[in-house]
């Protein structure tokens, strides 16, 4: 049994928590809100963001971070992208050395296009930080629906230990040493997501889809392969994997705010509605420039930045798309 501190109280914070306290580990979940806890201590679930899925006794919760770190064998690093540097400058000082912070937030700062875990060792630069990334909705791995991820570390013992801890037999966990391509895996397809849910949205059909998720592997290849990723990262599960659940799933906030847009609500107005954090609103700028920084060739991420900030509508984005100038589709394949 390990002990375990989960910074976060959201959909995969708590699906993550049951996962764990099914595997017979002590957890202690904290969240920065007093009534989120309040709900949580009554309830045992958060009827709010993950209705169903109860917590047994071996979880608790607070809103004292340091109970949730010191003395934790991991610290799950579990609030959304835009929170993970206000909580882990919260966290720094209760810390140890080498201690391991597992992260399974998916997104790129947009100030500093760092990843979640540069973030996070910026502002704890003494913590082992690794990945937990793949195709996940919290609303299945919180019903034990079988699913498979990745752990991604700089030390292989590392990523079988997280490997160990958290697999069962409805959590399949893969090892990598590729903590920077699981990272930009796992973020960019929420931009590619937005651009699937605004095709649906508009009324287009699998084509359209099946479309976007095979070009946007390949821009997210392009970017990320510049960035030092590798191939067989974004083409594996946590690349082409977690495309492709975001793209399709009715779970997808991603695609479900992009469906909005496409249907013709502001960009305001479908986040509100969507009512949780869509991190591919927040992802789409650090990409965009990113791409400009690698010389990366982003189509469908640009496209969905004009939507998201300058005021495009989806429709003239995919004509945009359709009227590119004529290429083939490899340029590494020759003619005989």
């Not at 629906?145 to 079988?160: D, Q, S």
């Not at 946007?216 to 392009?222: A, H, K």
């Not at 492709?244 to 469906?259: E, L």
């Not at 469908?300 to 930045?305: K, S, T």
Request: hydrophobic share 40%; aromatic share 6%.
């Amino acid at each position: 049994m390990k002990k375990i501190g989960v910074l976060g109280a959201g959909s995969w914070a708590i699906a993550l928590t049951k996962l764990l306290a099914n595997n017979n580990h002590q957890l202690v979940v904290w969240s920065i809100s007093q009534d989120e806890v309040e709900m949580l201590n009554e309830h045992r679930e958060n009827i709010d963001k993950l209705p169903g899925v109860k917590l047994p006794s071996n979880v608790s919760f607070t809103t004292d971070i340091k109970s949730a770190i010191v003395g934790m064998d991991i610290v799950l690093m579990a609030v959304p992208s835009m929170f993970v540097r206000s909580t882990a400058k919260s966290a720094a000082p209760y810390i140890e050395n080498n201690q391991l912070i597992v992260n399974v937030a998916k997104g790129i700062e947009e100030e500093t296009y760092y990843t979640m875990i540069q973030v996070i060792k910026d502002e704890i630069p003494k913590a082992d930080v690794a990945v937990l990334s793949g195709p996940s909705h919290a609303e299945e791995v919180g019903k034990g629906i079988p699913t498979t991820v990745v752990a991604g570390a700089t030390k292989k013992e590392t990523a079988e230990y997280i490997q160990n801890i958290f697999m069962n037999e409805s959590f399949r966990v893969y090892t990598s040493p590729d903590v920077l391509g699981i990272q930009l895996g796992g973020s960019l397809k929420n931009v590619i997501a937005l651009a699937a849910g605004m095709a649906d949205g508009l009324g287009y059909g699998d084509n359209t889809k099946a479309a976007l998720i095979t070009r946007g592997i390949s821009e997210i290849s392009d970017l990320g392969m510049k960035m030092g990723a590798k191939s067989e990262t974004l083409n594996g599960l946590s690349g082409i994997g977690d495309l492709i659940v975001t793209c399709a799933s009715r779970h997808s906030r991603n695609r479900k705010a992009g469906m909005l847009i496409g249907q013709g609500y502001s960009v305001h107005d479908a986040m509100q509605e969507v009512n949780m954090v869509v991190e591919g609103y927040y992802c789409a700028k650090a990409a965009v420039a990113l791409g400009k920084k690698y010389n990366a060739t982003l189509p469908i991420i640009e496209e969905v930045g004009h939507v998201l900030f300058d005021g495009l509508s989806a429709k003239d984005a995919v004509n945009n798309l359709m009227l590119r100038d004529k290429k083939a589709e490899h340029s590494t394949l020759t003619w005989e």
